[in-house]
C-alpha cells in the first residue's frame, strides 16, 4: 500500500510540475504587446529575449 501511495505522489507531482511548464508556452503563438505595461518577466518566456 506504501509503494502504491508513493506512485501516485510522485504521479502527481509530476503533472502538477508539467502543467507550470506548459502555461509559460503558448501554442497557437504568442502575443508580444509591450504597449501592456507588464513587466518583462510576466511576459511571456518567447517575449523576454535570450532564448
Avoid: H, Y
Avoid at 20 to 26: I, M, N, P
Amino acid at each position: 500500500m506504501k509503494k502504491i501511495s508513493l506512485a501516485l505522489t510522485v504521479t502527481l507531482f509530476t503533472l502538477v510540475l508539467s502543467g507550470c511548464l506548459a502555461s509559460t508556452t503558448s501554442p497557437d503563438g504568442v502575443n508580444c504587446d509591450f504597449s501592456q505595461g507588464k513587466p518583462m518577466w510576466e511576459m511571456p518566456l518567447d517575449c523576454q529575449g535570450g532564448r
